[in-house]
């Protein structure tokens, strides 16, 4: 009898063991939902992206000055939503740009493209290599 409890009592601690350090592995769920709010800036840079091109055609081709609305040209996601922080908006040259937000798990880029800078938090761009 004994060597049950003691057989039963190991495998329970092994159990928690491998759960604790899943846990530990993957961050919890708080990483989960700093990664999910992260996915959302993301997305919101990639659609202001579409702003300043369809700003930029309206333009001949040059790069705005700011991402400000147009009557043809209007987006949604200039603010981030879990902080109400402006997403920066940095032309760097006459065609090339960068779009900034404030990443809480930059180092995860499972979803970034080769357009991200992690150390920034930026997506760095160019209007000659975008496509319609």
């Not at 798990?105 to 080769?114: I, K, Q």
Request: hydrophobic residues 35%; charged residues 25%; aromatic residues 12%.
């Amino acid at each position: 009898m004994r060597y049950d409890f003691l057989s039963y009592a190991g495998l329970a601690v092994i159990v928690a063991v491998a759960v604790a350090v899943g846990i530990w592995q993957i961050g919890g769920p708080g990483q989960g939902k700093r990664e999910k709010r992260d996915r959302v800036r993301y997305d919101h840079l990639i659609e202001l992206q579409s702003q300043v091109r369809c700003l930029a055609a309206e333009q001949g081709g040059k790069l705005p000055d700011s991402l400000e609305d147009t009557e043809n040209c209007q987006t949604t996601a200039a603010y981030d939503p879990y902080t109400g922080a402006a997403y920066v908006y940095r032309p760097t040259s006459q065609l090339s740009y960068q779009l900034c937000a404030d990443f809480e798990t930059p180092e995860t880029r499972a979803f970034y493209s080769r357009a991200f800078d992690p150390t920034s938090g930026c997506l760095v761009l160019d209007i000659r290599y975008q496509r319609r």
